[in-house]
T-cell receptor
Framework: AQSVTQLDSQVPVFEEAPVELRCNYS??????LFWYVQYPNQGLQLLLK??????LVESINGFEAEFNKSQTSFHLRKPSVHISDTAEYFC????????????FGRGTSLIVHP | DGGITQSPKYLFRKEGQNVTLSCEQN?????MYWYRQDPGQGLRLIYY???????QKGDIAEGYSVSREKKESFPLTVTSAQKNPTAFYLC?????????????FGEGSWLTVV
């Protein structure tokens, strides 16, 4: 079984500042990792995912996440945030190589202040 | 446009009543899911279906029922046996249940017990 921990329930930050949302996972097997974003009163959308290959993955809107196997982490970063980035962010993990449904973390609320 | 449609967006239920949430997808996906979202608890899997006429319990299936008579449709019934049904419910789908596949979400339905 796998589990995922998002260490911060809320992260307040000022516009144009950098941000890091932390995600750690636990699994006895190889994993796939995901970040989803949820804007207020909407469903979730995939932001980026790590399946294999380069440990640094990027999204089209400037977010990036790095898979760190030794630290069992998949932190999400953005060098300069915008007001429009205000949302709930969910990290998810699934065991690789089979028919496994991702387990989601509890979410981190990113609040960007002007 | 392809996507997942959930209805109604807001639903009020009296205690002791059953209520059914609708979910329709036109993505031609085989797999469909129902999640429950509560503040600070992330997403919890209620039921999922890999193919028509087949479904499996998730982590919190008690008090819920589903059917999968058509590929496009996966309705969720919240029965009177569910002790604390007030929550945000998310329907989702993916091509198949396979690790690494992206899960696509609907806009969600708010259920309030009054």
């Amino acid at each position: 079984a796998q589990s995922v921990t998002q260490l911060d329930s809320q992260v307040p930050v000022f516009e144009e500042a950098p941000v890091e949302l932390r995600c750690n996972y636990s699994s006895s097997v190889s994993v796939y990792l995901f970040w989803y974003v949820q804007y207020p009163n909407q469903g979730l959308q995939l932001l980026l995912k790590y399946l294999s290959g380069s440990t640094l993955v990027e999204s089209i809107n400037g977010f990036e996440a790095e898979f760190n196997k030794s630290q069992t982490s998949f932190h999400l970063r953005k060098p300069s945030v915008h007001i429009s980035d205000t949302a709930e962010y969910f990290c998810a993990v699934s065991a690789s190589g089979g028919s496994y449904i991702p387990t989601f973390g509890r979410g981190t609320s990113l609040i960007v202040h002007p | 446009d392809g996507g997942i449609t959930q209805s109604p967006k807001y639903l009020f239920r009296k205690e002791g009543q059953n209520v059914t949430l609708s979910c329709e997808q036109n993505l031609n996906h085989d797999a469909m899911y129902w999640y429950r979202q509560d503040p600070g608890q992330g997403l919890r899997l209620i039921y999922y279906s890999q193919i028509v006429n087949d479904f499996q319990k998730g982590d919190i299936a008690e008090g819920y029922s589903v059917s999968r008579e058509k590929k496009e449709s996966f309705p969720l019934t919240v029965t009177s046996a569910q002790k604390n049904p007030t929550a945000f419910y998310l329907c989702a789908s993916s091509l198949v249940v396979l690790s690494g596949n992206t899960i696509y979400f609907g806009e969600g339905s708010w259920l309030t017990v009054v």
